[in-house]
């Protein structure tokens, strides 16, 4: 039977995930490896946009201990944790990461600008709990430099993407799309701003009905067999 995330609501003692925050938000893990302008987003919607009273930032976590967002995430108040991924294995450094972020009771793994292709380890331990924002339409472009993309074949449109997260490379079941107008667009960093912009809007409206229950049941990302 198709399955999709559960709700927090779904989720009572004994669950997969039970709702650990007596204040009954949802709590966030917010993965980040470069400059974090998506969890600065996400993070004013937490404060007083339409994850008020929803959500709150459990941590703010980093494989680049030296990330931006993870330093303006500290400034801002919030909980941060970095694991150095550098030299390590994909599996053994996956299996860190997962204790460090099962310290901080997250109900959804939320990816923003996390540049990292997650383990079986990873998926099974958050499985259908696993958001990313893709900057493209994922069944059209994968991977990196989707601005880049869209400038050098002057897409009049792209589409911004939140999916659930598997273990290939933006392949995961799509939540929800947002289209981004790009004509008239005269350099890659106005492509850039337009996209940035929905964005930093579109993550956290999606967020916000995925835990309200609103958005249509999907099925659950795949795993490779046990
Ligand atoms: C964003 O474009 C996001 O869609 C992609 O990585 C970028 C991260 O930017 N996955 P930021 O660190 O949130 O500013």
């Given at each position: 039977?198709?399955?999709?995330?559960?709700?927090?609501?779904?989720?009572?003692?004994?669950?997969?995930?039970?709702?650990?925050?007596?204040?009954?938000?949802?709590?966030?893990?917010?993965?980040?490896?470069?400059?974090?302008?998506?969890?600065?987003?996400?993070?004013?919607?937490?404060?007083?946009?339409?994850?008020?009273?929803?959500?709150?930032?459990?941590?703010?976590?980093?494989?680049?201990?030296?990330?931006?967002?993870?330093?303006?995430?500290?400034?801002?108040?919030?909980?941060?944790?970095?694991?150095?991924?550098?030299?390590?294995?994909?599996?053994?450094?996956?299996?860190?990461?997962?204790?460090?972020?099962?310290?901080?009771?997250?109900?959804?793994?939320?990816?923003?600008?996390?540049?990292?292709?997650?383990?079986?380890?990873?998926?099974?331990?958050?499985?259908?709990?696993?958001?990313?924002?893709?900057?493209?339409?994922?069944?059209?472009?994968?991977?990196?430099?989707?601005?880049?993309?869209?400038?050098?074949?002057?897409?009049?449109?792209?589409?911004?993407?939140?999916?659930?997260?598997?273990?290939?490379?933006?392949?995961?079941?799509v939540l929800a799309q947002a289209p981004v107008d790009l004509r008239g667009a005269e350099t890659l960093?106005?492509?850039?701003?337009r996209g940035l912009a929905v964005e930093h809007r579109f993550y956290a409206d999606i967020l916000a009905?995925?835990?309200?229950?609103?958005?249509?049941?999907?099925?659950?990302?795949?795993?490779?067999?046990?």
């Amino acid at each position: 039977m198709p399955s999709g995330p559960p709700s927090p609501a779904e989720r009572g003692p004994g669950g997969e995930a039970p709702l650990s925050a007596p204040t009954g938000k949802a709590r966030l893990a917010i993965l980040l490896s470069g400059r974090g302008s998506n969890m600065l987003a996400l993070a004013r919607e937490v404060r007083e946009g339409v994850l008020q009273g929803l959500a709150e930032i459990a941590v703010v976590f980093s494989n680049i201990p030296e990330a931006a967002g993870l330093q303006a995430a500290a400034e801002l108040g919030y909980a941060t944790a970095s694991v150095d991924s550098r030299g390590r294995k994909r599996a053994e450094f996956d299996a860190d990461v997962v204790a460090k972020l099962e310290q901080f009771r997250p109900d959804y793994i939320v990816l923003a600008g996390y540049m990292r292709i997650l383990s079986p380890t990873f998926i099974r331990a958050f499985a259908g709990r696993i958001l990313n924002i893709h900057p493209a339409d994922t069944h059209q472009h994968q991977g990196l430099h989707a601005y880049e993309w869209a400038w050098e074949n002057r897409l009049p449109e792209t589409k911004i993407t939140v999916h659930l997260v598997d273990e290939g490379l933006d392949t995961g079941p799509v939540l929800a799309q947002a289209p981004v107008d790009l004509r008239g667009a005269e350099t890659l960093e106005d492509v850039e701003r337009r996209g940035l912009a929905v964005e930093h809007r579109f993550y956290a409206d999606i967020l916000a009905r995925l835990i309200r229950g609103e958005l249509p049941k999907t099925p659950a990302p795949a795993t490779a067999s046990q």
